[in-house]
């Protein structure tokens, strides 16, 4: 099956400071998604890339869609203490393998 | 306000029970999900419906049964042969199963074994 593997698995960060995380894939995905989870809730859609090279902003947060297809990276300006919780990106390919594959997600914490 | 509701926030089973986990969206979506999270790890998914009265089983499949007889409703029962069945579980909704549908998710139910 297809495979995500994000990084990294956790950061502690000052307030204020910039942030960058990454996904890749073992395969080509046509869709990448990036979700925020905070504890006891579910995953939140933070943004949805659907064309290789593709770069979009949504308040801080910037991610882009890689051209090879194989990965995708987010960042976070200028972090706030309400950025806090565990980011997940998916993707998905084509085919029979339409379905969405998570990354384990990388868990942030971010210093007063 | 439109959302997908999870209940109960928090279920325990003993050992030998099947438990059921309740998903309603009211978003009009057709297609929904059921995943198992894992502390550490990715979302898994576990069955996933397209449309009504049709489902197909994901990657961790065994020991759950799903039903969707309703648009809206889409249960999942965790049977007694679920060796390991403590997790926390997720319920997704998307428009459609297309690759430019993201999927949007409720809040959880956390099962515990007694």
């Known amino acids: 099956g297809q495979q995500l593997n994000q990084s990294p698995q956790s950061m502690f960060i000052q307030e204020g400071e910039d942030v960058s995380m990454n996904c890749t894939s073992s395969s080509i995905f046509n869709t990448w998604l990036w979700y925020k989870q905070e504890p006891g809730e579910g995953p939140v859609l933070l943004i949805a890339?659907?064309?290789?090279?593709e770069l979009t902003s949504n308040g801080r947060l910037t991610a882009q869609f890689g051209i090879t297809r194989k990965d995708s990276f987010l960042n976070i300006s200028a972090s706030i203490p309400s950025d806090v919780g565990i980011y997940f990106c998916?993707?998905?390919?084509?085919?029979?393998?339409?379905?969405?594959?998570f990354g384990s997600g990388t868990q942030l914490t971010v210093l007063p | 306000d439109g959302g997908i509701t999870q209940s109960p926030k928090y279920l325990f089973r003993k050992e030998g029970q099947n438990v059921t986990l309740s998903c309603e969206q009211n978003l009009n979506h057709d297609a929904m999900y059921w995943y198992r999270q894992d502390p550490g790890q990715g979302l898994r998914l576990i069955y996933y419906s397209q449309i009504v009265n049709d489902f197909q089983k994901g990657d961790i499949a065994e020991g759950y049964s799903v039903s969707r007889e309703k648009k809206e409703s889409f249960p999942l029962t965790v049977t007694s042969a679920q060796k390991n069945p403590t997790a926390f579980y997720l319920c997704?909704?998307?428009?459609?199963?297309?690759?430019?549908?993201?999927?949007?998710f409720g809040d959880g139910t956390r099962l515990s074994i007694l």
């Open positions: 890339l659907y064309k290789a090279g």
């Open positions: 998916a993707g998905r390919g084509s085919g029979s393998a339409r379905q969405l594959t």
């Open positions: 997704a909704s998307s428009i459609g199963g297309g690759a430019d549908q993201p999927q949007h």
